[in-house]
């Protein structure tokens, strides 16, 4: 039960990507790489990568929990920070990003924000074993798809 005065949020969205950008002029987010599937060319595989989430319809400062899980519920990564919400029209969106995440195992993985106890929302992406495509790389400058 939150304490007086202080309203538990909803998340209206969670998103995991390669990476989230923040425009320095607008402080606008944009979202690189968004994906359900994170192929890794053996196990245990380190990946950097991004949550995006968004709170809205809460009150008062809440601590937010942000974790990356397998999907037996083991987590892999922990994030923890106090938000302060004005009034229930805010919404706070949010960009973590993380870096050298350990997956152990192939299989359903989870991106869930949590408040205090509360589950607020959880992304799931699945995590394969997949050998690395012929000539990966970048693309080159000109040959990008319209």
């Not at 990946?47 to 929990?65: C, D, M």
């Not at 997949?130 to 970048?138: M, W």
Request: contains cysteine.
């Amino acid at each position: 039960m939150p304490e007086p005065g202080v309203e538990t949020p909803i998340c209206t969205s969670a998103l995991v990507c390669e990476q989230i950008i923040q425009d320095r002029a607008t402080g606008k987010l944009s979202l690189i790489g968004v994906f359900n599937r994170l192929a890794a060319e053996s196990l245990p595989h380190r990946e950097h990568l991004a949550v995006f989430f968004s709170l809205t319809n809460g009150r008062g400062a809440v601590e937010i929990r942000l974790q990356i899980e397998q999907d037996d519920g083991e987590p892999l990564v922990q994030i923890r920070g106090t938000h302060t919400i004005p009034n229930p029209l805010t919404i706070l969106d949010h960009g973590v990003q993380l870096r050298n995440v350990a997956f152990k195992k192939a299989g359903r993985h989870w991106a869930t924000v949590w408040c205090g106890e509360e589950l607020l929302n959880r992304r799931p992406f699945d995590v394969v074993v997949a050998p690395a495509p012929p000539n990966a790389g970048p693309i080159p400058p000109g040959s990008e798809a319209v």
